[in-house]
């Protein structure tokens, strides 16, 4: 399935004021934290990542301001305080390799300290809002004009379509031998049974299908080991968990019409709201040369648009020797800062979480926060 992104000339005014509104109502702490995996479910993120409940303040927590930030320093968590913030959302986890100690020492452990004191949660989703069809690698696709896209890296559901991860199907010929088989196979747990008739060779037989975990599997293989007269034409499939609409890491975007390279590093600037960007130009081609086809990653790029065909990989930061191999092959590269392809997405999140929420807390965004890296 595809999806259509539409840059228009829409002009909005949204006005949000950092003053806790007396007219907005508290959420209990763990309410909140269910709403918001409703939003983007945690088990999108990669298994390698730290996302969810980072800090938490001693129950009961009520949380009237939510704070939106991309990364949590030291400044915006000042500045956070000084806001009377409750749960501090910040996009990058703060913590994420273990700290075996906190004190005063290091600019991390002097934020949970001052979380704790001050009784602020805080909460990260990171590559949940990555993979999300609403998140972050969606709202860059935003700046490149009208396009399709889909995900580079779909993501699959959590669950089997069915109960188990392995299918074993078999063939019976008599009904003595049927009544035995299913008798056995209904004593092992974990198993699902269907059957249905079949012909082979004008001769009438009985398809058994077997859904079951890696544990039955084992059992059902040693029974039809110890019982080759019951069976024939044996097969073992290994299930997969399907894929999810529009979810999942990067975009491959297929712009619907094809634009120079000049014009879309113009798109991406304003979008980005970035007077200067990286440029590395693919052998062959010049500023001239038109674009159809973009693959984009936020942040870091280089693993999620590894061997992608395009005439445009856009992200924050790739290695030296990944721009060198995209170039080797034709391919533009655009780099913005790690960051500066992820920040703008706060404010539709401030604005998509208002109403996911239902306007029930106040939603206020760190006007401190920035990319670390500038231009001068």
Not at 354 to 360: R, S, V
């Amino acid at each position: 399935m595809l999806s259509r992104v539409l840059l228009t000339p829409t002009t909005i005014r949204l006005v949000h004021s950092p003053i806790c509104s007396s007219s907005r109502s508290f959420m209990d702490l763990k309410v909140l934290l269910s709403s918001l995996n409703d939003f983007a479910s945690l088990s999108l993120a990669e298994s390698w990542d730290n996302v969810g409940l980072l800090v938490e303040p001693s129950p009961p927590h009520t949380v009237n301001t939510l704070f939106l930030t991309n990364d949590l320093t030291e400044e915006v968590m000042e500045e956070a305080l000084q806001k009377k913030s409750d749960l501090i959302l910040s996009y990058h986890p703060p913590i994420f390799r273990p700290l075996t100690h906190i004190t005063w020492k290091t600019w991390k452990e002097r934020l949970v300290i001052q979380a704790l004191e001050n009784r602020v949660g805080i909460y990260s989703p990171h590559t949940a809002y990555d993979a999300a069809p609403q998140g972050v690698n969606s709202w860059l696709a935003k700046g490149l004009g009208v396009c399709t896209s889909r995900p580079i890296h779909p993501s699959k559901a959590t669950n089997y379509p069915t109960g188990g991860t392995h299918r074993v199907e078999f063939s019976v010929n008599s009904t003595q031998h049927l009544d035995k088989v299913i008798s056995a196979v209904k004593e092992i747990a974990n198993i699902s049974i269907t059957s249905f008739s079949t012909r082979t060779d004008d001769e009438e037989q009985t398809r058994i299908s077997l859904n079951c975990s890696q544990e039955a599997l084992l059992q059902v293989m040693a029974f039809l080991s110890q019982n080759r007269q019951f069976y024939q034409k044996t097969e073992i499939l290994l299930l997969e968990k399907p894929p999810l609409p529009q979810t999942g890491m990067g975009r491959l975007c297929t712009l619907d019409e094809p634009a120079s390279l000049a014009t879309m590093i113009e798109r991406i600037k304003r979008h980005l709201k970035l007077a200067h960007v990286r440029l590395a130009l693919g052998v062959g081609r010049t500023l001239e040369s038109p674009v159809r086809v973009v693959a984009l990653c936020a942040g870091s790029g280089s693993t999620v648009l590894q061997g992608v065909e395009a005439d445009l990989y856009l992200t924050g930061e790739m290695s030296h020797h990944d721009v060198l191999d995209a170039a080797s092959q034709g391919i533009n590269v655009i780099l913005c800062e790690h960051s500066n392809t992820e920040r703008g997405f706060l404010s539709d999140l401030r604005d998509m979480l208002g109403a996911h929420l239902e306007n029930k807390i106040n939603i206020i965004l760190s006007e401190r926060d920035r990319d670390p890296l500038h231009v001068i």
